[in-house]
């Protein structure tokens, strides 16, 4: 192969292996043999059980979206669903990612809202009519005034048609001509859809910060609130099957204020009529665990890449399931064991389990052939990938941190310490929760084959 076509096949690696991307259904690898929250979710959302309310816990880079995306089929056997990227939403039409950090729940009461116009009225075929009218003057309650004048008039449709969502329609057996009229073949085949943005148009302020508080009890909050269940009262009624809402993003949410009024003060989101599907983020579920009602949390956490009992030897489990990401992916483009296998398993111990990091450091080591030339990877070039990696974990550590890894590192049992560091570690995805009977903690793998301590006695 000339070098031409050598940097090419490189550079069709590195497109592919976008790690801020989620995965297609093409792309992923089951996680059955461990971890398989997202599964467990699907099973019970099949039951004959509606309205029920599911919390999926772990970090950013964990693999929850692309778990949630590749179980939307099986989802939309008995229910329909209708999934929101938040993170996205707010980057490319709010175009501001830092709102979401300061989302309120009666905000996403009104997304949702907005989502359920558009699943009915662009993939249901529904025609909203006085239930639209009436989710309008409720939404346009949420404006705040500019100066002195009025609020401005939202376009409601306009707003609805500039979310991007993800659909699946069950196949049902249409109840009576009306629904059959309305829906024709559309809902009696069932499809997965990706409604993208037709517009870029968002003028809904959202996630503003600097004015007070709203409880469930404020008029206008139970105005939109009482519209957008007469929405998913509709949708169920016409349609015959009950739907499942599956938000992605949350777990960009930090802030403890933010995440208590959204799940935990407020009742918006468990009393919604639909089932509910939302990714939050691990640290702050399980350190309010114990305040959550309504909700059913389940941990998603990263693949376990080392033993828990011996945190300096690989734990196939995880190791090899990383390994094989990257080999189904290089079968896919055309170019099988473009990384051996030694090599691929070097990466994966060092990324902590996290599968976007993962992704990153193939990423990264296509760059680095495509500098040396393009020829293939030798260890030398893996060696200077996971040092750049290691580096940038390390960056920014002080005394305490280091003194905080260490402890849970010579820790038996991996329990995760109390106070604020540790839960900072976690939010930084310097200390991550592994699978087992129950949640373990471990500091990144990184950092333990270079900067921390090895626990034992001094000699």
Not at 17 to 25: G, L, N, Q, T, V
Not at 119 to 134: K, T
Not at 143 to 169: F, M, N, W
Not at 404 to 429: H, I, K, S, T
Request: glycine share 8%.
């Amino acid at each position: 192969m000339d070098n031409a076509a050598l940097m090419a096949m490189w550079t069709q690696v590195y497109d592919d292996f976008e790690p801020m991307r989620a995965a297609d259904a093409s792309q992923r690898v089951a996680r059955r043999p461990y971890n398989s929250i997202a599964e467990l979710v699907v099973k019970k959302l099949r039951l004959g059980i509606n309205n029920r309310k599911f919390i999926l816990a772990g970090g950013i880079g964990s693999g929850k979206s692309t778990e949630l995306r590749a179980v939307l089929e099986d989802i939309r056997v008995t229910k329909n669903v209708l999934l929101i990227d938040l993170w996205d939403h707010y980057s490319k039409s709010v175009r501001d990612p830092k709102a979401l950090e300061q989302i309120e729940a009666v905000e996403l009461v009104g997304l949702l809202g907005l989502a359920t116009l558009r699943f009915g009225r662009d993939a249901a075929g529904l025609r909203w009519g006085e239930l639209e009218r009436r989710f309008s003057d409720a939404l346009n309650k949420q404006q705040r005034p500019v100066g002195e004048g009025q609020a401005p008039v939202l376009d409601v449709p306009k707003l609805a048609s500039a979310l991007a969502i993800t659909v699946g329609l069950a196949a049902v057996d249409p109840i009576g001509g009306v629904v059959a009229g309305l829906l024709g073949d559309k809902l009696t085949k069932g499809a997965i859809m990706a409604l993208q943005k037709l517009n870029d148009s968002w003028e809904w302020k959202v996630g503003l910060g600097g004015r007070p508080a709203r409880g469930d009890q404020d008029d206008a909050v139970r105005a939109l609130f009482e519209a957008t269940n007469a929405l998913l009262d509709h949708l169920y009624q016409m349609t015959g099957k009950p739907l499942v809402l599956v938000v992605d993003g949350l777990d960009r949410v930090q802030g403890i204020d933010v995440f208590l009024q959204l799940v935990v003060h407020s009742r918006l989101l468990v009393d919604l009529h639909a089932d509910l599907v939302l990714t939050l983020d691990l640290g702050l579920v399980q350190r309010h665990n114990a305040m959550l009602r309504g909700w059913t949390p389940h941990a998603f956490t990263v693949v376990p890449v080392a033993k828990r009992d011996d945190p300096y030897t690989p734990d196939p489990r995880g190791v090899d399931f990383l390994a094989q990401v990257a080999e189904h992916r290089f079968a896919r483009l055309g170019h099988p064991m473009l990384i051996s296998r030694p090599q691929l398993k070097r990466l994966a111990c060092y990324s902590a389990g996290s599968v976007r990091d993962f992704i990153m450091l193939v990423r990264d080591t296509a760059e680095q052939v495509m500098m040396d030339g393009g020829e293939g990877p030798t260890d030398d070039t893996i060696h200077i990938v996971l040092d750049q990696y290691r580096r940038s974990q390390e960056a920014g550590l002080n005394r305490a941190h280091i003194a905080c890894l260490e402890g849970v590192l010579a820790d038996p049992n991996r329990r995760l310490p109390e106070g604020d560091l540790p839960a900072e570690l976690v939010n930084r995805q310097l200390l991550l929760a592994y699978p087992n009977e129950s949640t373990w903690y471990l500091p990144h793998t990184a950092l333990i084959w270079k900067m921390l301590r090895r626990p034992g006695p001094s000699t």
